[in-house]
């Protein structure tokens, strides 16, 4: 069984840029989760999707994140514009029902300079 | 909101040492709790989860966990760690009919051969 995939790995870019990341979750996972992890702390949940509806976006900071997943496959978490504080892992989880066992991506590390 | 306490941040040892790990959480009602490991390089992933039960848990790896109601904690033990036990370990909580999961700030365990 294929994992979470999530590009890219790596991403570095200056502050008020913008940037882009993709998700794949397990195929038929109908929950789909996006995670912030900053340095020495543990990831903290960001959105929510029950299939392409949103269920928790209470920590997302709407003024400039943003995340969608229309065909309730794939997701795309997006930031614009950046700031050195968003410098983090992002991490992509997914589950075959809210509430089931999370498999974790292996993340994309974000530099803002 | 719920927290979740994790200490000693930073734990080395030897082989054939034992491990305790702690996780405190401040919630008190139902909860749904978890541990994850993150070796180096790779996805977190469960190690042991505790729903309802028998409140001594057993995992992957020769790990188990106990959950004490009464403390609010959820202790992470192996009697005899091996060099490939090196890895962050993440406690994570869940409030009982909600989706979303609290971790705490992980623990940097490094086993000396």
Redesign the interface.
């Known amino acids: 069984e294929a994992?979470?995939a999530q590009s890219p790995r790596y991403k570095i870019i200056e502050k008020r840029q913008s940037v882009a990341f993709w998700c794949n979750p397990i195929s038929g996972h109908a929950?789909l989760y996006w995670y912030q992890q900053i340095l020495?702390?543990?990831?903290?949940?960001l959105i929510?999707f029950q299939n392409n509806g949103v269920?928790?976006d209470s920590q997302l900071p709407k003024d400039r994140f943003s995340a969608e997943r229309l065909k309730g496959v794939d997701s795309t978490l997006k930031i614009q514009p950046a700031k050195l504080e968003d410098s983090a892992v992002y991490?992509c989880?997914s589950s075959s029902a809210?509430?089931d066992?999370?498999?974790?991506?292996?993340?994309t590390r974000l530099t803002v300079t | 909101a719920q927290s979740v306490s994790q200490h000693n941040h930073h734990v080395i040892l030897s082989e054939a040492a034992s491990l305790e790990l702690g996780c405190n959480y401040s919630y008190g009602g139902t909860v749904n709790l978890f541990w994850y490991v993150q070796y180096p390089g790779q996805h977190l992933q469960l190690l042991l989860k505790y729903f309802s039960g028998d409140p001594l848990v057993k995992g992957i790896k020769g790990f188990e966990a106990e959950f004490i109601k009464s403390k609010f904690s959820f202790n992470l033990r192996k009697p005899s760690v091996q060099w490939s036990d090196t890895a962050e370990y993440f406690c994570a909580v869940r409030i009982y009919g909600n989706n979303r999961l609290a971790f705490g700030k992980g623990n940097q365990v490094v086993v000396i051969p």
């Open positions: 994992g979470v929950t020495g702390q543990g990831p903290k949940l929510q269920v928790d991490l989880a809210a509430g066992e999370q498999y974790f991506g292996p993340g």
